[in-house]
């Protein structure tokens, strides 16, 4: 199965700025995926990234907040932008392997505003 | 609307017993898969196993089966001879048409406990 490497693996950010969390994919892939989780939660999905065009985001998502950025078939970076406390939660990023295989995820980013 | 309902916060169970993790789901697509994760309190998600809507037979891997009825929309997680290492939350999730393509949808998710 596919290996993602998810950096950083944790951060703890003041207020207002804005943090950029990558994923590597040690192979192709068309469809990215980010999600967001908060604390004691289940994830949510934030966006699906394709190389090459814009991502789509879901209901309660927007870009100007979570932009994406997805340049090649095995990268994709999520900025969490103007933090506040709300936006503490685990960052999880995920590609679909097909089929039985099911969906590999990144090691995950913990983000902490303060 | 596509939805995955998992209704026990919290398992407990002892060492080498068997335990049943409950998911229910909610789809009006026929063709559909179901997949169930771990997650350790690292916070990487691990797949643990798949089930296809259209799979006759019960997924098995290892110690981890899954047993689906179809009919009730049910696809609960057994977990036989439990180990300590298997403390952890585990999810329930279902792919599901988006606008995008595809996707996971997760359920609640319940925490299992396993005491020696």
């Known amino acids: 199965s596919a290996v993602i490497s998810q950096k950083p693996s944790r951060d703890i950010c003041q207020r207002g700025t804005s943090l950029t969390i990558q994923c590597q994919v040690d192979s192709q892939v068309t469809m990215m995926f980010w999600y967001r989780q908060q604390p004691g939660q289940s994830l949510t999905l934030i966006a699906t990234a394709n190389q090459g065009s814009e991502a789509t985001y879901e209901s309660g998502f927007v870009i100007d907040k979570f932009p994406i950025s997805r340049p090649n078939l095995t990268f994709s970076t999520l900025t969490v932008s103007n933090m506040s406390p709300e936006d503490s939660s685990i960052y999880l990023c995920?590609?679909?392997?097909?089929?039985?295989?099911?969906?590999?995820f990144g090691s995950g980013t913990r983000l902490t505003v303060v | 609307a596509q939805k995955i309902t998992q209704t026990q916060p919290g398992m407990f169970v002892q060492e080498k017993e068997a335990v049943t993790l409950d998911c229910t789901y909610d789809?009006?697509?026929?063709?559909?898969?179901l997949f169930w994760y771990k997650q350790p309190s690292s916070g990487e998600m691990i797949f643990l196993i798949y089930q296809g809507s259209y799979d006759e037979q019960n997924a098995t891997e290892g110690r981890y089966s899954l047993n689906f009825q179809k009919a009730r929309k049910s696809a609960n997680l057994v977990i036989s001879a439990s180990q300590l290492g298997d403390s952890a939350m585990y999810f329930c999730a279902m792919r599901v048409l988006n606008q995008a393509g595809t996707a996971l949808i997760f359920g609640k998710g319940t925490t299992l406990s396993v005491s020696s």
């Open positions: 995920s590609v679909e392997e097909g089929g039985e295989y099911g969906y590999t």
């Open positions: 789809t009006s697509d026929q063709s559909y898969g």
